[in-house]
Nanobody, 113 residues
């Protein structure tokens, strides 16, 4: 059974950093792009970052220069390194396989002093 499991969400102060991970199970990892999305209650889920099969990355303008997406084929895991966080980054962060229906359950990131 295909599974995506996010981890690493936490409460952090403005200006702080977090490193989220998305572990994947039962997929041919090297055959898929992987994306991160985030959602605030009452708002639509929004794109954050995507990494292609060969490592090419795309970012939402709101996170460009602050977030970095990486993939580790040996661990079948994708990471989202988030720096210089601000309260607008507060959301549930989800891992997703583009062009499929597979999503993880999400991990909560809260940026607050």
């Amino acid at each position: 059974q295909v599974r995506l499991v996010e981890a690493g969400g936490d409460l952090v102060q403005p200006g702080g950093s977090l490193n989220l991970s998305c572990a994947t199970y039962k997929i041919f990892f090297d055959g898929f792009a992987v994306a991160w999305y985030r959602q605030v209650p009452g708002q639509a889920r929004e794109f954050v970052a995507r990494i292609g099969r060969l490592g090419g990355a795309d970012y939402a303008d709101s996170v460009k220069g602050r977030f970095t997406i990486l993939r580790d084929s040996a661990k079948k895991t994708v990471y989202l390194q988030m720096n210089n966080l601000n309260p607008a980054d507060t959301a549930v962060y989800y891992c997703h396989l583009p062009d499929t229906s597979y999503w993880g359950p999400g991990t909560q990131v809260t940026v607050s002093s």
